[in-house]
């Protein structure tokens, strides 16, 4: 039987793609060697934080993250390895952490981000979703002085309509849980949104089921046939062959098929991140999502917890959930804010997708004709999901070519 459109992968970019090939009228296949409930999508820290942030390829990132290395201090951590493609990301990764490239990094972030939150935002209302979203602004809190300074004399904070600076007792209404004399400073982002991934990705999910969406989970693609440049199979650990008119790759940090089978050298490297997951006592829980900019720690208040998310490791593909690592996460923590009890903690770990731009590998196989990727989401793969899905299936429906797409020329690292 001869499928319509397979998507290998279900994390947010297969189910964002999905979502809009459905609305157009196509049938849709998802198959994914799990079953959907434990990808980066699920555990990751649910910031829509395109607006006001710098991207992590920014000027000064490489020296500061050294600097914090060599004190044994730095969230992010680069194992030795002796995988070449990771020194050539990370080469490629520093020419990026430039003036010229952040800001135009911004501003595609901020075109992209706008479109997705309102994407987000017409899914809610014309689907009935719950997303537990909520477009509250996004709170950046320094601990140290000189980083607060520097921010508040590099960028203009003067916007009433998407700042607000704080004054300390200010603060505390946002963030009960501060031990306030040891806060250097907080920024209210306005513009950004947060929601609960994991309820993203399973009433996604849902949603398209109901809509016929077809699932084969637990269920890994191991291989597939090119002939004639075009997918003429791919085999699945089960050694079920599946045929279809087109093909769309959306593995998430994983990107064995597309160089073994379609010759593409995808300029990604898995980048291990954490979170943790626990109940807050209600008097400490915070107001919005915030960031604890010189810990590189993440805390989101959800409808039933709170999450903690943190680290940055390059180098390392294993899954494990280090216990110094996650130590170290609340250590950092509860050196600025008060103690409390965390109670039914759930760890996790997942694997950030990381270009060495922050811009994702979207569109068409240049050779395979049948054959489409949406890739490379890195760091802000929520906030950018259904901006990057509605993308690549306009390019599948409208059968159009890369440079027929004004948004593949702009926001795919294919072409810069
Ligand atoms: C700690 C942490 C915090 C983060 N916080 C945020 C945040 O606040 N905001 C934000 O926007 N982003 C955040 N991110 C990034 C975001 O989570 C990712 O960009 C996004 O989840 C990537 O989605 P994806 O669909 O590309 O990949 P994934 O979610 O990894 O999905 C890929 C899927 O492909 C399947 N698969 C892989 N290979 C095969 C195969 N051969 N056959 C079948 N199936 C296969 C996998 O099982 C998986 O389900 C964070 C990430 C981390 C790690």
Not at 106 to 135: A, C, Q, S, V
Not at 218 to 229: A, L, P, V, W, Y
Not at 277 to 304: C, G, H
Request: glycine content about 6%; hydrophobic content about 35%; charged content about 30%.
């Amino acid at each position: 039987m001869k499928r319509d459109v397979v998507i290998i992968g279900g994390g947010i970019a297969g189910l964002c793609t999905a979502y809009y090939l459905q609305k157009s009228g196509r049938k849709v296949t998802i198959i994914d060697e799990a079953d959907i409930t434990n990808s980066t999508s699920f555990g990751n820290a649910g910031l829509l934080s395109a607006f006001d942030k710098s991207p992590l390829s920014c000027p000064g990132v490489v020296s500061n993250t050294l600097k914090l290395m060599l004190k044994g201090q730095s969230p992010a951590i680069i194992h030795p390895t002796l995988d070449f493609k990771i020194y050539k990301w990370l080469v490629n990764f520093i020419k990026n952490s430039n003036e010229k490239r952040t800001k135009k990094t911004m501003m595609l972030f901020e075109k992209y981000g706008e479109i997705t939150l309102n994407l987000y935002e017409k899914m809610i209302k014309e689907d009935n979703l719950d997303f537990d979203y909520h477009r509250d602004g996004m709170l950046s809190v320094f601990t140290e002085d000189k980083s607060y300074k520097e921010r508040l004399k590099k960028y203009n904070y003067t916007d009433d309509e998407r700042f607000k600076i704080f004054k300390k007792d200010e603060l505390k209404e946002y963030l009960p849980s501060a031990d306030i004399k040891k806060i250097k400073g907080a920024i209210l982002f306005k513009k950004n949104a947060r929601f609960d991934s994991g309820r993203v990705m399973l009433e996604l999910k849902k949603h398209l089921i109901d809509a016929g969406v077809e699932f084969i989970l637990n269920e890994k693609i191991d291989s597939m046939r090119i002939e004639n440049n075009e997918v003429k199979h791919i085999i699945s650990s089960k050694s079920v062959f599946y045929e279809a008119e087109h093909f769309i790759m959306s593995t998430g940090y994983k990107t064995a098929l597309a160089g073994k089978y379609c010759n593409k050298d995808l300029m990604m490297t898995p980048a291990k991140g954490y979170s943790i997951t626990f109940e807050m006592p209600k008097e400490f829980i915070p107001k919005v999502s915030t960031i604890f900019n010189d810990l590189f720690i993440v805390m989101t208040p959800r409808r039933d917890n709170v999450r903690f998310t943190s680290k940055l490791e390059i180098g390392s593909d294993d899954p494990a959930i280090i216990e110094k690592q996650i130590d170290s996460i609340k250590k950092n923590f509860f050196e600025y804010n008060q103690t409390f009890e965390m109670n039914n903690e759930v760890y996790w770990s997942g694997f950030r997708p990381l270009t060495p731009n922050d811009i994702p590998l979207i569109g068409r196989d240049e050779d395979v004709n049948n054959l489409t990727y949406c890739m490379g989401l890195g760091w802000l793969g929520m906030t950018f999901g259904p901006a990057l899905g509605s993308i690549v299936s306009d390019l599948v429906v409208n059968d159009k070519k890369n440079a027929q797409s004004d948004d593949i020329l702009m926001f795919s690292g294919f072409y810069q």
